[in-house]
């Protein structure tokens, strides 16, 4: 069963609906998403624990709840959550409500003590009463559910014990100041999650549907199904994944990828659903369902990533399990040794020993780092760094070695014509002459390939259309595997193979030779065109798959920040040197996929290493470093692959990456410094008697509210320096 819980505030309150269902018979494979107030769970079959009692355990513990329904499931996002669709003002809310009402109790108690002084006690003693019923009713369903230290005992104990020795307006204080605080936790949490229901809204709920008759009707978008034909006017968001099957257009993908720049796309071309149609109509077919589509796979890894607790999450969790009893323990001990040891009055110690109940809550504590983590993975998400989890956040902003995949990483891993030469009678005619020899030669190459399926071949072809030449028909293709492609053309038997495979078929000169060994120094890949008949070389074609446009700038960021990068590459090793000095960067060249593992397990040896690759070939590699990270625009393979994705396939994005885990870190560090000084300052000037109950309820609630709004500076994150 699929749930969603109303009124989380803190990730302690996910532990204790866990604690509470964990003791039911029956209930397994518990998991409570504190960021998207999602609850899975596994009830056995034939067992006494119905879906009922489950519901009531859990509106017994003070959250709301109701049952995911299956359209929702379907939806993939939170979107269609009813709790999320009408957002209800702090006032409206059921703690809101609580809040404004002890307000006023509060507000009629002072003013009768001012007019009556010798009743103000009892009317503050009522406003007490009233104020701390719902907490303690709270307090004792979670005692008998396995959370006796809740911080709703606490406060119950000590407003009550207030109360008892004679400090009525200040136990008031305790349970109004308390109840402001819940209030102000759920505000801060629910702008937390704002980051989840954003990426929900992308995709639109309703599609242009065309039967076919060319006929549209209007239908919910979660209905659309594979091969369904849709329509995508001018402004319109794109309701689906799919392809292009008629019109040409421009879209925004930013709300994707990232990018922000629009993209121009024809028949064909691969849409996102939530991408913006700018300008024509467009009719795509549907390539995947509501549940299965680009966005709602982003939200899932992200709600997921959201439950992965990070280390220090973790860390932190242990700790304050044993941080409450200890504290409660030194409350007692507070309370009993000084009356018994000492002499003092008992009315005193136990004012203070209940002060101190309320500084053991470790709400602030435990919401130091997931407030953080969450924030980071929503910013992340945001700027294209889809994170999955808080582990892989926390861990990048470690690595000191970012090793690069060359293809499709550093590169754009789509090879581009950069000469082409034709040898006539002696003379070599280069492009920039733009000779009719020179255009015969590329017609020709591109003639030959036009049998062939490989990269190279593409690439050729797609030079010679972009230039406008007029490609002949070619007979008779077949290619000699990993050494040539033949075919005739003009009834002349023509070949195109690397310089070592033409080398044995035919006679290259001195000047044609040294031609050739110029263009491999610049790190091309050079194909030769010759005569099978006569042996005569006929011209040349240098092919490089060519820097990203910001590869440098992204090296030298993070060169700046104390992070070295290293290239390794299956290429060839005058390739690899020549891209490797552009870029100022260590390289290795001519390496299988095990001689990538060794190194990377190499450089483990001695150092915290990300690699980054295209997320296909990379796979092993991206397994072996202590975070893997895909590059991909939004590709599944991108999405689904390594610890990480860079949605705009950037280079610089990775020291954006590394400074967003940086910055996270920096702000758990400051969250538990700031969590545990407070308190640690409150505990020592509570047992002096320096402050009392309110304060110490401004020490709990305060830090609380205090850590998570730190938490959420991190939304205005703006990259790398």
Excluded at 199 to 206: C, D, G, I, Q, Y
Excluded at 317 to 338: C, D, Q
Excluded at 406 to 420: A, I, N, Q, S, Y
């Amino acid at each position: 069963m699929q749930y969603r819980i109303e009124g989380m505030d803190c990730a302690s309150c996910v532990r204790k609906i866990e604690t509470a269902l964990a003791r039911m018979p029956g209930v397994s494979d518990i998991q409570l998403n504190f960021a998207t107030e999602k609850l899975e769970l596994t009830l056995a079959s034939g067992s006494e624990t119905q879906f009922s009692d489950v519901e009531k355990t859990i509106k017994r513990l003070g959250f709301g709840i109701s049952a995911t329904t299956d359209q929702a499931i379907a939806a993939g996002g939170i979107g269609d959550n009813p709790l999320n669709t009408q957002q209800q003002r702090w006032w409206q809310t059921r703690k809101g409500k609580q809040v404004v009402g002890l307000g006023i109790l509060m507000s009629v108690a002072y003013a009768l003590a001012l007019i009556f002084p010798d009743y103000g006690m009892w009317a503050f003693a009522i406003a007490v009463i009233v104020g701390v019923f719902p907490f303690a009713r709270k307090s004792m369903t979670l005692a008998m559910t396995g959370t006796p230290f809740s911080i709703e005992m606490l406060m119950s104990i000590a407003a009550i014990g207030a109360l008892i020795i004679g400090e009525a307006e200040e136990a008031a204080a305790v349970v109004f100041l308390f109840s402001v605080g819940e209030l102000l936790e759920s505000v801060a949490a629910d702008r937390a999650r704002a980051g989840i229901r954003a990426l929900a809204s992308l995709v639109p709920k309703t599609a242009i549907l065309l039967d076919a008759q060319s006929g549209q009707r209007d239908v919910p978008a979660v209905s659309l199904q594979v091969n369904d034909l849709v329509l995508v006017r001018p402004g319109d968001k794109v309701s689906a994944d799919g392809v292009i099957v008629q019109g040409n257009s421009s879209l925004d993908d930013s709300p994707i990828t990232g990018e922000s720049i629009p993209v121009a796309k024809a028949m064909g071309d691969a849409v996102f659903a939530g991408s913006i149609n700018m300008e024509g109509a467009l009719q795509v077919r549907v390539e995947k369902t509501a549940a299965d589509n680009t966005i709602a796979r982003i939200i899932t890894l992200v709600e997921q990533a959201q439950a992965c607790k990070a280390p220090t999450a973790r860390f932190i969790e242990k700790f304050s399990r044993y941080y409450t009893p200890a504290v409660m323990a030194i409350s007692a001990l507070v309370i009993i040794v000084p009356p018994l040891a000492m002499g003092g009055e008992w009315a005193t110690w136990l004012y203070r020993g209940f002060a101190l109940l309320l500084i053991a809550c470790s709400c602030a504590l435990v919401l130091s780092t997931p407030a953080a983590i969450a924030s980071g993975l929503a910013v992340g998400t945001r700027r294209g760094l889809l994170i999955k989890g808080g582990s892989a956040l926390e861990t990048i902003g470690r690595v000191n070695v970012v090793a690069f995949d060359k293809t499709g990483t550093l590169t754009e891993g789509k090879p581009r014509v950069t000469d082409v030469i034709a040898f006539t009678q002696q003379r070599i005619i280069q492009e920039s002459m733009k000779s009719e020899g020179q255009n015969e030669i590329l017609a020709l190459f591109a003639s030959v390939e036009s049998a062939s399926s490989h990269p190279l071949a593409k690439a050729i072809i797609d030079h010679a259309k972009a230039t406008n030449i007029s490609i002949p028909v070619a007979s008779k293709a077949y290619a000699t595997a990993g050494k040539a492609v033949h075919a005739t053309v003009a009834d002349r038997p023509l070949a195109i193979g690397s310089p070592v495979y033409a080398a044995t078929e035919t006679s290259i000169s001195v000047e044609q030779n040294a031609q050739i060994e110029a263009l491999q120094n610049e790190g091309k890949t050079v194909s030769v065109l010759f005569d099978e008949q006569s042996c005569e070389v006929l011209g040349l074609v240098a092919l490089r798959d060519e820097l990203r446009d910001d590869a440098q700038a992204g090296v030298s960021q993070l060169k700046a920040m104390g992070v070295r990068s290293v290239m390794l590459t299956g290429d060839n090793r005058l390739t690899a040197q020549t891209l490797a000095s552009h870029l100022e960067i260590e390289w290795e060249a001519e390496l299988l996929p095990e001689d990538k593992l060794r190194l990377l397990n190499e450089m483990k040896g001695h150092s915290k290493v990300a690699m980054i690759g295209d997320g296909i070939n990379d796979a092993p590699a991206l397994a072996t470093a202590d975070v893997g990270i895909a590059m991909g625009g939004g590709t599944d393979v991108a999405i689904e692959t390594a610890d990480i994705a860079l949605l705009k396939s950037r280079v610089t994005d990775v020291a954006h990456l590394i400074a967003l885990s940086r910055a996270t870190m920096s702000n758990i560090h400051q969250n538990v410094m700031f969590a545990l000084g407070l308190k640690s300052i409150f505990l020592i000037t509570t047992v002096l008697g320096i402050t009392g109950l309110w304060i110490a309820v401004l020490a709990d609630t305060g830090a609380t509210v205090l850590v998570t709004l730190n938490a959420l500076r991190l939304l205005r994150f703006k990259g790398a320096r």
